[in-house]
């Protein structure tokens, strides 16, 4: 069964379709790319996915632990559904320390009361310590143990792309959406996250979907491929497969024109 | 049970040892009346500055209606205390619990309103409350409600100090109070992370209302006489003052500020005529040598510090 299927889903703002009837299923496992060029409607996507923009029309199911449908989509209920997500533009909490970043990921982990937090009962230090323990395990994991302290927005931009997938990893998904994780990187570090993303996937046993717009890091990773242009799903398949589409060379470098 | 680390047992002792000393002085003469009116004082603006800066500091929900929830908890405690004859505790508790629900009542429909307005949305809201006040015969109109017996002194405002003091940065150094600052510096991003922003700005809303209910109640309890203009727009202007000049995002920060502006307030009311220039004066110079406050610093309370594994 696959773990997201989504069924003509669309998207208007106003008369703007941003996403067009879109139909697609994505396995559990794979890691698959959404590529397409600039307001192609991938974000818009994104965000309908967890919740952020309600569909026009459409639907959305997710067979995770339980089914969830379009109608219990909210964004802050998407982790507990085992859903994570990071951002095209870096949305850290600036003034936080990469700790306190990586701590609220565990948000829906925790569970004792208000009560518990003000007097600090046996319940409250149970679960900060293991949160500890657990931050400091994922932050080693990535290499950012000893900027623990440190202010999110002090850290070089290849980190804070990496801490925002540490704090996506920290809410345990089942799956991962990752919004243009390279974007800004150079080619070094563009393969070092390459790595870093087959890992995570083989690591945490997840799916991982991901918008890009680095060819090499999609045809180099990602089992399969959905191609956006204009809010449509203009082709779908292997990295292979899709290069080799005529609507897809269509969309990116433009139509020839006939001679008379 | 809970178990106490070195650091905790030395701070638990010099607290007892700070109260046990003003106490002897207080009883020797040392401490004379006026001393001890502007401790209580002080005692009351750090319970006020504190439960503010969890709303404004910590959550960075822009609140000017804080002397609201402190009116509500001072009429509360000021009806049981006088008409009713209850003890002192439970109108302490009780005013804090009607604090608390007006401050869920007005934070459910505000709280979606952000910066400006819902500043505007919670200045209307202490705007509401003191007309209330004014109207209703009952607790005494403009005249104001008399005869309140005197039960706050310096035991009762350490204890209730202390305890909001430690409460709120409990709550702080949670996984509650880490949602609250996500909140503050991202809320799209703290929704995707799994925190439902409005449950925790209401929450923080109400907690903060909680604290400024009990130090409504002590003052209502120690100046006898409490009237609707005590706590109108200015006296929720003082208090973000304190928070803005101690410094957003640090408990110590109100705490000193709160300590710092009243003794200031109170030499300067020797000299009316030039009290609010050079007040203001001092402000200005905060602002513009600290902007982030005096202790502007979150780090004093969340992250940076090396945390105490217990």
Request: charged content about 15%.
């Amino acid at each position: 069964m696959p773990i997201l299927e989504v069924n003509n889903l669309t998207k208007s703002f106003g008369g703007i379709d941003a996403v067009t009837d879109i139909s697609l299923d994505i396995d559990a496992g794979d890691i698959v790319g959404i590529i397409g060029p600039n307001g192609a409607g991938k974000t818009t996507f994104f965000n309908l996915l967890t919740g952020l923009y309600t569909p026009s029309s459409g639907e959305i199911v997710y067979n995770l632990n339980n089914r969830v449908t379009t109608r219990d989509l909210k964004p802050h209920r998407m982790t507990s559904y085992g859903i994570s997500r990071t951002f095209q533009n870096i949305r850290l909490f600036q003034d936080m320390s990469v700790m306190d970043n990586v701590l609220i990921g565990f948000h829906s982990g925790l569970r004792y009361g208000v009560p518990s937090a003000l007097l600090r009962l046996p319940s409250y230090f149970k679960s900060e310590n293991r949160t500890y323990k657990a931050t400091d395990k994922l932050l080693d994991r990535f290499n950012l143990l000893d900027k623990k302290y440190e202010s999110a927005k002090n850290l070089p931009y290849g980190d804070q792309r990496k801490l925002e997938i540490a704090r996506a990893l920290a809410a345990s998904p089942r799956l991962l959406l990752l919004d243009e994780p390279a974007a800004g990187m150079n080619p070094r570090e563009t393969s070092e996250l390459m790595e870093l993303i087959r890992w995570i996937r083989k690591e945490f046993e997840l799916t991982i979907i991901l918008i890009e717009h680095d060819m090499s890091l999609v045809m180099n990773i990602c089992k399969k491929v959905f191609v956006f242009d204009y809010g449509n799903l203009i082709a779908s398949g292997t990295p292979d497969e899709v290069q080799q589409d005529e609507k897809v060379i269509r969309a990116y470098l433009g139509e020839e024109v006939e001679k008379c | 049970m809970i178990k106490f680390s070195r650091k905790q047992i030395m701070i638990i002792g010099a607290l007892l040892i700070f109260y046990a000393i003003v106490n002897l002085m207080i009883n020797a003469g040392i401490i004379d009346s006026y001393l001890q009116l502007n401790i209580i004082v002080i005692g009351i603006n750090i319970i006020l500055a504190v439960s503010l800066n969890l709303i404004t500091g910590f959550t960075g929900q822009f609140s000017l209606g804080h002397a609201a929830f402190m009116s509500i908890g001072a009429y509360t405690s000021a009806i049981l205390t006088a008409n009713f004859s209850q003890p002192f505790i439970l109108s302490i508790i009780l005013s804090g619990a009607m604090a608390a629900i007006a401050g869920i009542l007005i934070g459910v429909p505000t709280l979606r309103l952000k910066g400006d307005y819902l500043a505007i949305a919670t200045l209307g809201f202490g705007e509401i409350i003191r007309i209330l006040a004014l109207n209703i015969d009952y607790i005494g109109g403009a005249i104001g409600f008399n005869d309140i017996p005197q039960y706050t002194n310096w035991t009762w405002t350490f204890g209730l100090t202390v305890a909001t003091i430690i409460l709120i940065y409990n709550f702080i150094n949670s996984y509650h109070g880490r949602a609250c600052a996500a909140i503050r510096e991202d809320e799209v991003a703290a929704e995707v992370m799994g925190i439902n922003a409005t449950y925790y700005k209401v929450l923080a809303f109400a907690i903060g209302a909680f604290f400024a209910g009990i130090a409504g109640a002590l003052y209502a309890n120690y100046f006898y006489f409490i009237k609707p203009d005590s706590f109108g727009f200015m006296k929720s202007v003082d208090i973000l003052v304190i928070v803005v000049f101690g410094g957003m995002k640090s408990i110590a920060g109100s705490i000193v500020g709160a300590i710092a502006l009243t003794i200031i307030s109170s030499f300067l009311q020797g000299i009316p005529e030039l009290r609010m220039i050079i007040y203001s004066l001092i402000l200005f110079g905060i602002m513009i040598y600290r902007p982030t406050g005096l202790i502007g610093d979150e780090k004093l309370v969340i992250g940076k510090k090396k945390r105490r594994s217990i």
